[in-house]
């Protein structure tokens, strides 16, 4: 079967796209990196057996746990993925009414990754309220962060973009609002155009137009564009903010979901001597699940503290 040169040409830009798009290269060079890294300490590590090993965690999104921030934030899928963990590894404060501070937020996030700063925590804080030490539902927080983290570049360009329409505008009252809004949505429409970063498609963006009124401003922007249906979907790792009660429900009823995180346990006994990478990377998650166990062991100490408290107060 022969092909024309067009042919070959037009193959060759659609590979060469899809290793872009997707980050290939990034995978490689780090699976190589952690392999030679690996191989001064066991030369006689099976290799095959090892790029296996690799990209199998990554596909269930694991590779970013207990990572420095540089390879965390490396790529949007790592990016997605290590909000995916934290909710999943954190979900018991889905189902409470306990608020949460920046500081809290920040102390859990470096329990996974220990190098990742704190100016990201702080900017998902401040989308919700500008106040110092204000405190918001976990849940909240959550979808702020995957925002606020996923889409770091656009946000810090998306405000720059707001303020200069808002230096140029004469006047702030309701009626230049529909004026003001289209301008700026029709500047956020063009910076996707250009843009070389993650963003959330023109479609979101006149969805969460529509929805705002006369009051609008940036941050209540950023709060509808956070808990956008169509942009939890597009990150997909989520489930969207408005079924968080089906998803209560359906952890709830599993046992299994209820004490640990939705990642493949591995056996001690059958995996602990195949490879120093499976040895590192069951190691990784045993961590995870003890975190998280010591986290509900701890829930679980505070509700009954709480139990005896009030039991106390009743009683006096």
Same mark, same amino acid.
């Given at each position: 079967?022969?092909?024309?040169?067009?042919?070959?040409?037009?193959?060759?830009?659609?590979?060469?796209?899809?290793?872009?798009?997707?980050?290939?290269?990034?995978?490689?060079?780090?699976?190589?990196?952690?392999?030679?890294?690996?191989?001064?300490?066991?030369?006689?590590?099976?290799?095959?057996?090892?790029?296996?090993?690799?990209?199998?965690?990554?596909?269930?999104?694991?590779?970013?746990?207990?990572?420095?921030?540089?390879?965390?934030?490396?790529?949007?899928?790592?990016?997605?993925?290590?909000?995916?963990?934290?909710?999943?590894?954190?979900?018991?404060?889905?189902?409470?009414?306990?608020?949460?501070?920046?500081?809290?937020?920040?102390?859990?996030?470096?329990?996974?990754?220990?190098?990742?700063?704190?100016?990201?925590?702080?900017?998902?804080?401040?989308?919700?309220?500008?106040?110092?030490?204000? %405190?918001? =539902?976990? #849940? $909240?927080?959550?979808? &702020?962060?995957?925002? +606020?983290?996923?889409?770091?570049?656009?946000? @810090?360009?998306?405000?720059?973009?707001?303020?200069?329409?808002?230096?140029?505008?004469?006047?702030?009252?309701?009626?230049?609002?529909?004026?003001?809004?289209?301008?700026?949505?029709?500047?956020?429409?063009?910076?996707?155009?250009?843009?070389?970063?993650?963003?959330?498609?023109?479609?979101?963006?006149?969805?969460?137009?529509?929805?705002?009124?006369?009051?609008?401003?940036?941050?209540?922007?950023?709060?509808?564009?956070?808990?956008? %249906?169509? =942009?939890? #979907? $597009?990150?997909?790792? &989520?489930?969207?903010? +408005?079924?968080?009660?089906?998803?209560?429900? @359906?952890?709830?009823?599993?046992?299994?979901?209820?004490?640990?995180?939705?990642?493949?346990?591995?056996?001690?006994?059958?995996?602990?001597?195949?490879?120093?990478?499976?040895?590192?990377?069951?190691?990784?998650?045993?961590?995870?699940?003890?975190?998280?166990?010591?986290?509900?062991?701890?829930?679980?100490?505070?509700?009954?503290?709480?139990?005896?408290?009030?039991?106390?107060?009743?009683?006096?």
């Amino acid at each position: 079967m022969s092909y024309d040169q067009d042919d070959l040409v037009g193959q060759t830009q659609s590979a060469d796209n899809y290793i872009s798009r997707n980050f290939i290269m990034e995978y490689l060079n780090d699976s190589v990196e952690q392999l030679l890294e690996i191989k001064n300490i066991d030369p006689k590590i099976d290799v095959l057996e090892y790029f296996t090993e690799y990209f199998k965690t990554v596909l269930e999104g694991n590779h970013i746990l207990y990572r420095d921030y540089t390879f965390v934030s490396s790529t949007p899928y790592n990016r997605a993925c290590f909000v995916q963990k934290f909710f999943e590894l954190f979900s018991q404060f889905l189902f409470r009414e306990e608020t949460v501070n920046c500081i809290e937020m920040h102390s859990l996030v470096m329990l996974i990754c220990v190098n990742f700063p704190k100016h990201i925590i702080e900017k998902s804080f401040n989308i919700a309220s500008n106040e110092e030490n204000s %405190k918001i =539902l976990f #849940k $909240n927080f959550v979808y &702020l962060f995957q925002l +606020q983290f996923y889409y770091d570049e656009f946000l @810090n360009d998306s405000k720059e973009v707001f303020e200069n329409l808002q230096n140029k505008s004469k006047s702030n009252d309701s009626k230049n609002f529909d004026k003001n809004l289209k301008s700026f949505t029709d500047s956020l429409n063009r910076l996707i155009d250009q843009s070389k970063y993650s963003c959330p498609s023109k479609n979101i963006i006149n969805q969460v137009k529509a929805e705002l009124d006369d009051d609008w401003d940036y941050y209540k922007f950023l709060n509808k564009l956070a808990l956008n %249906k169509s =942009l939890t #979907k $597009n990150i997909g790792k &989520l489930p969207c903010y +408005q079924d968080l009660n089906e998803y209560q429900d @359906n952890f709830l009823k599993n046992e299994k979901l209820s004490k640990e995180p939705k990642i493949e346990k591995l056996s001690v006994e059958t995996k602990a001597n195949n490879g120093n990478f499976k040895s590192a990377n069951l190691l990784r998650q045993k961590s995870f699940l003890n975190i998280a166990n010591s986290f509900n062991k701890t829930s679980s100490t505070r509700d009954v503290s709480s139990s005896t408290d009030s039991s106390s107060d009743t009683d006096t």
